[in-house]
C-alpha cells in the first residue's frame, strides 16, 4: 500500500513539479524566518539571527531533497534529470559513447538473433488449437526407435484406446498432377479421415474427409491447399465438387484448407489414406509403409497414462501377432518434443556462447566506467558535499549506464536484423519453410530485457564503487593523481580474469566443433559424388499399369540420357540414399526368433549404378540385362552385409529371403562397397541391391554422371523427357553433393556460428586487457620514472609489467579451462569421434589465447619501458 501511495504521488509530481518545488521552497523560507525571528527575539543582531538560523537549519539544499523524497515529488524529475544528464556526457565524450554502444550493439545483437532463432524453432508454440494435448506416435522395435507404423497397427491403435479423442495416420506421398495446364509434381499427405478433427482446424472452403472416404473401394476425394487452389486454380471457387487428375486417377475436390496450415511440413494436397489398404503388402503387419501418427489426449489424461496405455495395447498385439509385432512397442511424445529435440542442443548451446560474448562486453564496459569514475572522483567529492547521498550518486551513474544500453539495444536490433538476414540464407531449405525467424513481441521484449540487464550488469559496479562514503580518501587521491583505489584495482583484474576465462570456452568449444567436422569431412560416404545429379520420375499408374510398360519407359529414358554430349553414363534406382528398409533371412542360417529378426536398407537399381555412383565392386559381378523376369532371381549385398554373416567365407552363391515373400530365394552374386545412407555421421545398415528388371518400381529416380558440371543439363533433360511423354511432370535436377551436404549442414552452421562468436569474444577479451594494462601503466608513470631513475633498466621495467599482465592471463586460462571441462561435456551429442576432454584442444587454444593476450601486454609495456624518467616525474 506503501509503495502504491508513493508510485501515486510521484505520477502526481510529474504534473505538477513546478508547485511542488514552489511549496518546498516557500516552506524552508518560512521556516528560516521563524527562527531569525526567534533569534532576534532572543537579543540578536538581525544579520546574526539570520546566520545562526542558517546554521542551525543545516544544509539546505540536503534538507530540499528530503523533503521532495517525502513528498514523492523528486523521484520521477530527477530521474529524468540523470537522463538528460547522462546523455550530455555521452555527447561530451564522444569517443566513449561510440565505443560503448558499439560494443553493447554487438553482444545484444548476436544475443537477439540467436534468441529470434530459438524463439522460432522452440518457444513459438505450434499453430494448432491446444497443441499441448497432441502427441506424436510411432512403433519402436529392436532396431529403431522411431519406426513407421504398419496400417493394421494403426487400426487397433484406433479402436482400442481409451485415452485419445482421436489418432490419425498421416504419410508423406508425391502426386503428379496433370490436366489442362502443363504436368506439375506436387507434395502431398495421405491422412485418416480424422486427421483434420484430431488437428482442430476447420477446411477454407468445402469440407474434409468422411469415415466411409477413407476405406479401400471408396469414392477417390482431396483436398487441396489454399496455395494450391490459387496458383493451379486461380482461387476458382467452382473447383468444389469437380474432379481433378492425379496419378492419372480422377480425384474429387471436396475442400480446401487455409494457408496457415502446414503439417507436418509444406504440403499441398490430402488424400484418404485408406485407399491404400486395398494394397495386398499394406494388410501385412510386419509392412511398415512410412505412417506415423498424432492423436489428442483426452481432457483429464496424462502423457504418462496415454504411454502406459498404448504399451498395454502394443503388448497385446505381440501376444496376438507374434510373428510380426513380438519386442514391439509404442514411442510417444509431445508433439512439440518432437518438432524440438533434434535442434534444441545446438540452439542451446549457440544461446549460451552469445550470453558468454555478451558478458564479456559487458566486462569491458565496466573497466571503462571504472576508470571514467575514477577520473571523476573531484566531481562526486562536490556532490557529496553539496548534499547528494550516496544512493543519490550510485543511481546517476546508473542511468549514465542504463542510457548506454539502451542505445546499444537499438542499434543491436539494426545488427539483429541483419544477423537474421543471414541466417535465413545458411540454414537448410527444409528447415527454412518449416520455420519463421523473424522480430516479433517476444524477441522485442527479450532484446529490451538484455538491454537493462546489460546496463545494471556493467553499471553497477562502477556505481557502488564511486559512492563509497569516503569522502576525505577521494578528495585526497584526486589530489594526488592516482584517482583509483586498490579494491577498484582488484575489481577491474577481476574482470579481465573473467573476460579470459569466458573467452577459452567459447575457443575450447568451437575447436571441439572445428575437430569434429574435419572428422566428419574425412569420413567417406562410399560414393563418388562429383557431378553425380539426379531426377525423380512417377509413372501414372493409368498410363504405365504393367510393368513391362514402366520398364519400358525408363530403358529409354536411360538410353536417350546417356546418348546426351557430356554424360558419362545413366542409371535409376528407387533411392539414391537408401531409406526403404525390409526384414530378410540367411538361407542356412538358423531363423531369428519372433521380435529380433534381421534388417537392412534395400535399393532396387538398373545395371550401371554402381558405376554412376562410384560404388567399388569387391566380389562377383554386377547386374546386367540378362538378371530379368525369365533369369535367376538374384541380389548383390554389400560388404558390411557380406562380413556379418560370411566374414572368411564367399558369400557368392548364397541365398536370403526378404520380408514379405515366403518362398522366393535370391542368390547372392556380388559383392560392392559399403554406402553412408544415412549421413556420414550417422550410423548405417546392411544393404541389398535388387535389378530393377526382376523387380520393377513405377517411382524412380534417375541418376546421371558427367564429365563435368552441366548447368543447362535440367533443361536439356526436360526436352527429352517431354519428347518421350508430354504428361510427365519434372522435379528439380539436384547434385548429389547437396543431398549428402544436407546430412551435415546442421552440424556446419553450428561449427560456423560458434566459430564467429568465439573470435568475437577473443578479439573483446583482447581489447579488455589491453585496455586495462594501458590504463594501469597509465596510472603508474610516476612511479615507472622513480624507479628508472634510481637505476631499474628499460628491459627491468617491460618485465614488471609483463608479469603483472602474464598473471592474468595464467588465472584466466586456468579458471577457463576448468569452466570449459564442466560445460563441453554437454557437447556430446554434437560431436563425432572427438572427445569434449580432448587433449590436444585443451593444450592448443589455452595457449594460442594466452598468446595473443600476451601481446595485447607487451604493446603498453614496451611503451612504459620507454618513459623518460625526467618526464615520468612531471608528470601531473
Request: with cysteine.
Amino acid at each position: 500500500m506503501k509503495t502504491l501511495l508513493t508510485f501515486w504521488r510521484w505520477l502526481r509530481s510529474l504534473g505538477q513539479r513546478r508547485a511542488v518545488k514552489q511549496d518546498i521552497d516557500e516552506e524552508l523560507r518560512l521556516h528560516l524566518e521563524m527562527r531569525t525571528a526567534e533569534n532576534i527575539a532572543a537579543g540578536m543582531a538581525p544579520e546574526e539571527a539570520a546566520r545562526e538560523a542558517r546554521r542551525r537549519f543545516g544544509n539546505v539544499q540536503s534538507i530540499r531533497e528530503k523533503c521532495r523524497e517525502v513528498r514523492g515529488a523528486s523521484f520521477g524529475e530527477t530521474t529524468w534529470q540523470d537522463v538528460r544528464f547522462g546523455l550530455r556526457m555521452l555527447l561530451k565524450n564522444p569517443g566513449f559513447a561510440v565505443v560503448g554502444v558499439l560494443t553493447l550493439a554487438l553482444g545484444i545483437g548476436v544475443n537477439t538473433a540467436i534468441f529470434s532463432l530459438v524463439n522460432a524453432v522452440m518457444l513459438r508454440p505450434p499453430p494448432f488449437p491446444q497443441h499441448g494435448r497432441l502427441v506424436f506416435l510411432s512403433e519402436k522395435s529392436q532396431h529403431m526407435d522411431d519406426m513407421s507404423i504398419s496400417y493394421p497397427n494403426l487400426l487397433d491403435w484406433q479402436e482400442q484406446n481409451q485415452v485419445f479423442a482421436g489418432v490419425a495416420g498421416f504419410r508423406g506421398e508425391g502426386f503428379n498432377l496433370t490436366g489442362k495446364e502443363r504436368p506439375e509434381r506436387v507434395e502431398g499427405y495421405a491422412v485418416s479421415a480424422s486427421f483434420f478433427s484430431v488437428m482442430r482446424v476447420a477446411p477454407l472452403q468445402g469440407r474434409v474427409f468422411s469415415p466411409d472416404e477413407d476405406k479401400p473401394g471408396a469414392s477417390k476425394v482431396v483436398v487441396l491447399s489454399e496455395g494450391l487452389w490459387q496458383r493451379r486454380f486461380g482461387s476458382d471457387a467452382s473447383i468444389l465438387n469437380q474432379p481433378i487428375s492425379l496419378n492419372g486417377g480422377s480425384y474429387t475436390v471436396i475442400g480446401i484448407m487455409p494457408r496457415a496450415f502446414q503439417f507436418p511440413r509444406t504440403v499441398e494436397l490430402w488424400t484418404p489414406l485408406g485407399l491404400n489398404y486395398a494394397q495386398e503388402n499394406w494388410k501385412q503387419r510386419g509392412n511398415h509403409p512410412g505412417i506415423y501418427a498424432i492423436a489428442r489426449m483426452k481432457p483429464s489424461i496424462t502423457l504418462e497414462q496415454a504411454t502406459a496405455e498404448m504399451q498395454t495395447i502394443a503388448a497385446r498385439l505381440a501376444q496376438q501377432y507374434p510373428d510380426s509385432n513380438t519386442g514391439n512397442s509404442v514411442t510417444i511424445m509431445s508433439l512439440r518434443e518432437r518438432m524440438v529435440r533434434q535442434a534444441r542442443p545446438a540452439l542451446l548451446l549457440l544461446l549460451g556462447s552469445v550470453l558468454f560474448v555478451l558478458l564479456i562486453a559487458c566486462a569491458n564496459l565496466a573497466n571503462l566506467l571504472l576508470a571514467r569514475s575514477a577520473a571523476r572522483q573531484k566531481e562526486f567529492a562536490i556532490r557529496a558535499a553539496l548534499g547528494a547521498g550516496k544512493f543519490r550518486i550510485a543511481r546517476q551513474l546508473l542511468s549514465e549506464s542504463l542510457v548506454l544500453s539502451l542505445l546499444g539495444g537499438m542499434f543491436g536490433l539494426l545488427l539483429a536484423s541483419w544477423g537474421i538476414q543471414l541466417l535465413n540464407q545458411i540454414i537448410p531449405a527444409e528447415i527454412r519453410e518449416a520455420i519463421v525467424i523473424n522480430l516479433d513481441g517476444k524477441v522485442l521484449a527479450f532484446t529490451l530485457g538484455v538491454a537493462l540487464l546489460s546496463g545494471i550488469a556493467f553499471g553497477l559496479a562502477p556505481a557502488l564503487q564511486a559512492a563509497r562514503p569516503n569522502l576525505t580518501e577521494s578528495l585526497k587521491e584526486g589530489g594526488l593523481g592516482t584517482g583509483e583505489g586498490r579494491s577498484r584495482h582488484r575489481f577491474r583484474k577481476a574482470l579481465v580474469v573473467s573476460e579470459i576465462s569466458a573467452a577459452l570456452v567459447l575457443l575450447i568449444g568451437a575447436c571441439l566443433l572445428i575437430r569434429s567436422f574435419g572428422r566428419v569431412q574425412a569420413v567417406s560416404p562410399g560414393i563418388d559424388t562429383e557431378n553425380v545429379s539426379v531426377m525423380y520420375f512417377s509413372l501414372p499408374q493409368y498410363r504405365y499399369r504393367e510393368e513391362h510398360q514402366q520398364q519400358t519407359f525408363f530403358d529409354e529414358l536411360i538410353r536417350r540420357t546417356a546418348a546426351l554430349p557430356g554424360v558419362n553414363a545413366a542409371s535409376i534406382t528407387t533411392t539414391p540414399l537408401g531409406h526403404w528398409q525390409t526384414g530378410y533371412e540367411v538361407h542356412g542360417q538358423p531363423k531369428p526368433p519372433p521380435g529380433r529378426g534381421h534388417l537392412c536398407d534395400i535399393a532396387t537399381v538398373s545395371p550401371d549404378y554402381f558405376k554412376v555412383m562410384g560404388i567399388p565392386l569387391r566380389r562377383g559381378r554386377g547386374f546386367s540385362d540378362a538378371d530379368n523376369e525369365r533369369g535367376q532371381k538374384v541380389v548383390i549385398i554389400d560388404e558390411k552385409f557380406a562380413n556379418k554373416f560370411w566374414p572368411d567365407a564367399d558369400p557368392l552363391g548364397q541365398q536370403i529371403q526378404l520380408g514379405g515373400d515366403t518362398n522366393e530365394l535370391l542368390s547372392i552374386v556380388g559383392v560392392v562397397g559399403h554406402v553412408k545412407n544415412y549421413g556420414v555421421d550417422a550410423a548405417s545398415r546392411e544393404e541389398i541391391y535388387l535389378p530393377v528388371k526382376q523387380h520393377s518400381q513405377a517411382a524412380m529416380n534417375l541418376m546421371i554422371k558427367t564429365a563435368r558440371s552441366m548447368p543447362e543439363l535440367a533443361a536439356t533433360l526436360r526436352g527429352v523427357v517431354l519428347a518421350m511423354d508430354p504428361d510427365q511432370p519434372l522435379t528439380s535436377l539436384r547434385t548429389m553433393e547437396s543431398i549428402l551436404g544436407e546430412s551435415t549442414a546442421p552440424r556446419r552452421i553450428t561449427m560456423l556460428l560458434l566459430s564467429v562468436f568465439s573470435g568475437l569474444a577473443v578479439a573483446l577479451a583482447v581489447v579488455g586487457i589491453y585496455g586495462v594494462m594501458a590504463y594501469s601503466i597509465s596510472q603508474r608513470t610516476r612511479e615507472i620514472g622513480v624507479r628508472m631513475a634510481l637505476g631499474a633498466r628499460a628491459q627491468d621495467v617491460l618485465k614488471l609489467m609483463l608479469k603483472q599482465g602474464g598473471q592474468l592471463i595464467v588465472i584466466g586460462v586456468l579458471l577457463g579451462s576448468a569452466v570449459a571441462l564442466g560445460l563441453t561435456r554437454f557437447m556430446g551429442r554434437l560431436l563425432f569421434e572427438v572427445e569434449p576432454t580432448d587433449p590436444l584442444t585443451y593444450l592448443t587454444m589455452p595457449l594460442l589465447l594466452a598468446a595473443v593476450a600476451l601481446l595485447a601486454c607487451y604493446i603498453p609495456a614496451r611503451r612504459a619501458a620507454k618513459v623518460d624518467p625526467m618526464v615520468a616525474l612531471r608528470y601531473e
